[in-house]
């Protein structure tokens, strides 16, 4: 404490200091926390990337999942059931690991990914490999991790988002409430996905026809809960659905017209 001549207290010394010095503690603090987050969110990119340059060229497949997939657990959130377990923090990693679904199709060879005719029974249990191939992978990373890894989520959509509600999916044939909430969302994001997009194999379904589908499947392939808030939100799949398909066709034309200048 400060004091004056007559020994009254005028002030105190290193208030003003300490202050500055804890600001700078919590601004460092936020900006290491931002650069973990923003890591983190390039390394799962650049995983998912590896599969989607095996594939056929799906443009923006990954952003159109990762939004699918935060939308429907949002929705979800509101369900009595999900509202401890659907956290703000399930939300921002179910966008982040969501695009990781696919990452085991680098280990299916090309002349069965790519085929595109039907493929024989054969060739379909090789592709139902990459599951397996994804969720291994994921977990051999995340067991070089020690604490509590962004990759968990990741891992267990890989291994499960072609399990079903009925129990006839792969690879384990889980069912119901066996299989996680999380693949449960990106089965049905993947579906809607591959529905309205035009692959090597088939042409785009338009939302209407892709919608029915999903109805159709309803305690079948998906779970009901997660197709009703599916219902509740396809106004918004569409809108985002338009958006993105515009972007793909900007990026198309973009090369085009540079030639042409």
Do not use: C
């Amino acid at each position: 404490m400060l004091q004056d001549s007559k020994d009254e207290p005028t002030g105190f010394r290193g208030i003003i200091r300490d202050r500055t010095e804890k600001k700078k503690l919590e601004m460092n603090l936020i900006e290491s926390y931002k650069n973990l987050q923003e890591a983190r969110a390039a390394t799962i990119l650049g995983l998912a990337k590896l599969a989607e340059y095996r594939d056929e060229g799906t443009g923006t497949h990954l952003e159109r999942i990762r939004e699918y997939a935060k939308m429907l657990a949002q929705e979800m959130r509101k369900i009595p059931k999900y509202v401890d377990y659907v956290t703000p923090e399930y939300i921002d990693d179910i966008f982040q690991s969501s695009i990781l679904h696919d990452i085991g199709k680098v280990g299916i060879p090309d002349a069965i990914l790519l085929k595109p005719g039907r493929l024989t029974p054969e060739e379909f249990e090789v592709i139902k490999r990459h599951t397996t191939f994804g969720g291994d992978a994921i977990r051999a990373i995340e067991s070089r991790i020690k604490e509590s890894s962004f990759l968990f989520m990741g891992k267990e959509i890989a291994y499960n988002h072609h399990e079903k509600w009925d129990g006839s999916g792969y690879p384990r044939g889980l069912k119901g409430d066996e299989i996680p909430l999380s693949a449960r969302i990106v089965a049905l994001a993947d579906v809607y996905d591959a529905l309205t997009t035009k692959r090597f194999y088939k042409e785009a379904y338009t939302h209407e026809k892709s919608k029915q589908i999903i109805l159709d499947l309803k305690q079948i392939h998906f779970d009901p809960q997660v197709v009703d808030a599916f219902v509740k939100l396809e106004n918004a799949f569409d809108r985002l659905r338009e958006e993105k398909l515009r972007e793909e066709m900007a990026l198309i034309e973009q090369p085009a017209r540079a030639l042409r200048s």
